[in-house]
């Protein structure tokens, strides 16, 4: 049954301190015992459920898995440079790899690497890979760039050459955003996408899965033949711990050594600074925050009556109120920050007075019962979340208040991360989210895996436009906007749907998201790192001091 959500958000954040700070402390811990045992403890509200990189990934929990088992091309470091990983050195025009139109890139990979059954790393592993992202049997993250190569060849074991039909800017990042798979195993599988090698991977990483308990946590032996070195870490643990309180409880005793994703509850800020064993520090991530509309369902078929129910929003108060501050309000799929952002763009909202105006006009009529309806059809709906997580049951609670007033009921049905990312959101089966993503293709303002129409896997099978939007103009500028090489024109086209986006809202942006993360003191080698979604982004290189 779906949760009622009414307490205020001080009752909720206070009921739940008291009830989550006060939790059983499972063995004494020390940096000496750290050491000794060899291992670390990184603590996550969500919990990963598949574990290929190539597929849908719930970004955050399911990066960390990816993170340990297998290596990308290159990686993104803090300072948003590419570097290398199972590439021997990074392409450009400079040295030679990519030609001066973009088009044609050669790849040059090192020859060191084993796959974590033995068997060697080669350009086939590449090519693979790569017929397996543009495979439509097979329901990736995002095709965006791959579609665009013309051909791809195996120069020799260690080399691979691609052309691409035009270029396509962002093509850097689309490989960071995708780990490689290997050819020996998944090649012959007759479907990847129910493989059991999404539950029982083989990687190239820096770390091999052990064991999974579900509900509960992952154990990783350190990989001694790493071509980046052997970790310093002999035993990487990823514990889930669905309610954030309990979990930030459990960083403090030392049950949890790195507090990563969601991070330290916004009203213990303060004090997790103040801790005098622990490295609290606030990072900046390429998430946003949103409400999600399903435009399928017959409530939020017309853009019309999508903004009004965003102009009636409170989107500014439940940042100061919940997030205290610390989420940066945004009109946007990117943060303010972010080179593209329209500057231009107005916050109209909140303004009940014209949302309650704009469903008359959209004719969304209030009822005997107080609640608007159309054509036989209530607007009433559900609002889904991650459970356990009070910064976003007390926004939804902002948000189901708002749209009481202007004569919309509002649900609040939150499920365990597993669930509600899975099938209820990929194959839009939700009415309305609330959810924090980042762009598909890195750092790069491209869009198109979550706004185009080819790009809804409710009907294609895959993409990640859950919201099932569709609008052609925004097709033809995110199809423009990968071609163009100058950044000018760039921030005219993605100004332009962003533009659209605002007035159309297939999800309504709140805020770009920050996060408190937080560290025991003895833990070396995390380098914090706003250009990924992963916190585990170099395990490889952590230890204990």
Not at 334 to 344: G, K, Q, R
Not at 389 to 408: D, E, L, S
Request: glycine share 8%; aromatic share 12%; with cysteine.
């Amino acid at each position: 049954m779906p949760t009622k959500f009414s307490p205020t958000r001080r009752t909720v954040l206070k009921g739940a301190a008291a009830s989550g700070l006060i939790i059983p402390v499972t063995g004494i811990y020390s940096p000496a015992i750290a050491q000794k045992r060899d291992r670390i403890i990184l603590g996550t509200t969500q919990e990963p459920v598949q574990f290929n990189p190539l597929l849908y990934v719930n970004a955050g929990a399911e990066n960390i898995p990816e993170a340990c088992l297998f290596d990308a091309l290159w990686d993104v470091n803090e300072k948003g440079e590419f570097i290398p990983n199972l590439a021997a050195r990074i392409p450009s025009v400079e040295n030679g790899d990519i030609s001066a139109d973009g088009k044609v890139w050669r790849i040059n990979l090192k020859r060191d690497v084993k796959w974590s059954d033995g068997q060697p790393f080669t350009a086939k592993d590449v090519e693979f890979t790569y017929q397996t992202i543009i495979n439509p049997k097979v329901a990736v993250r995002s095709r965006s760039g791959f579609d665009l190569i013309k051909n791809f060849k195996v120069a020799d074991p260690y080399t691979v050459e691609i052309e691409l039909e035009r270029p396509f800017v962002p093509f850097m990042w689309a490989w960071q955003n995708m780990h490689i798979v290997p050819h020996h195993l998944l090649s012959k599988e007759e479907n990847i996408n129910t493989s059991g090698f999404n539950s029982q991977p083989i990687g190239t990483g820096p770390y091999l899965l052990k064991t999974r308990t579900a509900g509960s946590h992952m154990v990783y032996e350190a990989n001694p033949n790493y071509h980046r070195g052997a970790p310093k870490i002999r035993q990487f643990i990823h514990k889930f711990v669905p309610d954030q309180l309990v979990a930030y409880g459990q960083a403090r005793t030392g049950e949890i050594d790195y507090i990563g994703v969601s991070g330290v509850p916004f009203d213990r800020w303060t004090e997790a600074a103040k801790l005098p064993d622990r490295h609290f520090f606030p990072l900046a991530q390429p998430w946003v925050q949103f409400v999600y509309f399903n435009c399928g369902k017959p409530q939020f078929k017309d853009p019309k009556v999508r903004k009004a129910l965003y102009l009636a929003l409170e989107m500014q108060k439940a940042i100061d109120d919940v997030f205290f501050g610390a989420y940066k309000r945004t009109l946007s799929y990117l943060h303010t920050t972010h080179w593209a952002y329209n500057h231009d763009l107005k916050d109209s909202g909140p303004n009940p007075q014209l949302a309650a105006k704009m469903l008359d006009e959209a004719g969304w009529k209030v009822g005997a019962d107080g609640v608007r309806e159309k054509d036989g059809v209530k607007m009433k709906f559900s609002m889904s979340t991650t459970a356990g997580f009070p910064a976003r049951q007390a926004t939804q609670a902002i948000f189901q208040q708002n749209w009481k007033a202007i004569g919309v009921e509002m649900e609040i049905k939150n499920m365990p991360a597993s669930v509600v990312w899975g099938e209820y959101t990929t194959k839009s089966q939700f009415d309305t989210l609330l959810v924090s993503w980042e762009p598909t293709v890195g750092m790069d303002p491209d869009y198109t895996a979550r706004a185009h129409s080819k790009m809804i896997p409710a009907k294609t099978g895959s993409g990640s436009n859950y919201t099932q939007y569709e609008n052609a103009e925004v097709d033809r500028l995110l199809e423009e906007g990968v071609r163009q090489t100058s950044v000018d024109e760039r921030k005219k086209t993605y100004a332009r749907i962003q533009e659209i986006l605002l007035e159309e809202v297939p999800f309504g942006p709140q805020g770009g998201v920050y996060q408190g993360q937080m560290t025991h003191k003895a833990l070396q080698g995390i380098k914090p790192n706003q250009y990924v979604v992963d916190a585990a982004w170099n395990v490889h290189e952590w230890s204990w001091g």
